[in-house]
């Protein structure tokens, strides 16, 4: 395992209990990913971040969440002066032969906990039109949302429409602000069926006509 180069930043003022947050993506270049990243304080003290390695992140070590960019949240320990440290590197899978991997890093925040509170969707029906979404956070800022199924169902703003049957997976964030780091997002996945739903209501309706109609004609071949 190769470590380097490394990225240090300025130093910063982090208070305790506050949380940094950051989205970091490896990539397999010449050979498997080895990165590491952690906060230095002034005292020389360090608060690991991240350290992980694979040859892409659905295999990596630890175990990672899926495709795509991935997000730390780690809490201050202590109030103080800070730097960030992200170091890039290659485990050695091919034997010493080549090196090679690129470590991605953005969207630092840093700043007061927030967290996203975001509901469970049940069954959607395609024919039933669009789905209006209702996530909030607790530090009162707006949510976006994004979908990673996109050929299933796409989002704009908090309103979510289908394009198919299917699985349909939807990404609550908050980015934070001034005051608030950026909050864990939340992702929420449901079905799409096809049909139109029918409410009790519907239903109740929908049995006294039949029970009409069935009246109707019962009536009628009595007279006749």
């Not at 005292?43 to 630890?62: E, F, H, Q």
Request: overall charge neutral; aromatic content about 10%; proline content about 6%.
């Amino acid at each position: 395992m190769v470590h380097g180069p490394a990225v240090v930043s300025d130093s910063f003022t982090a208070v305790a209990n506050d949380v940094i947050t950051f989205r970091w993506y490896p990539k397999f270049v010449s050979d498997d990913f080895a990165v590491v990243a952690y906060l230095q304080k002034s005292d020389c003290s360090k608060t690991l971040l991240l350290s992980a390695s694979g040859s892409n992140i659905a295999n990596m070590i630890p175990a990672g969440t899926g495709t795509g960019w991935q997000d730390v949240s780690v809490t201050i320990p202590s109030s103080g002066s800070y730097r960030f440290v992200f170091v890039n590197g290659t485990f050695d899978r091919s034997g010493g032969t080549i090196a090679g991997a690129e470590l991605y890093i953005s969207d630092i925040s840093s700043g007061q906990p927030q967290t996203i509170t975001f509901n469970q969707p049940g069954v959607q029906f395609q024919q039933a039109g669009p789905l209006t979404l209702e996530a909030t956070a607790s530090s009162g800022l707006p949510v976006s949302y994004q979908s990673s199924t996109t050929s299933v169902c796409t989002v704009s703003g908090s309103s979510v429409t289908f394009v198919t049957t299917g699985t349909c997976t939807i990404q609550a964030r908050q980015p934070g602000d001034s005051t608030f780091a950026a909050a864990p997002p939340v992702t929420r996945t449901f079905t799409i069926a096809a049909g139109i739903p029918f409410s009790p209501l519907t239903l109740g309706v929908l049995g006294l006509l039949l029970g009409f109609l069935g009246y109707r004609g019962t009536r009628k071949r009595s007279i006749s």
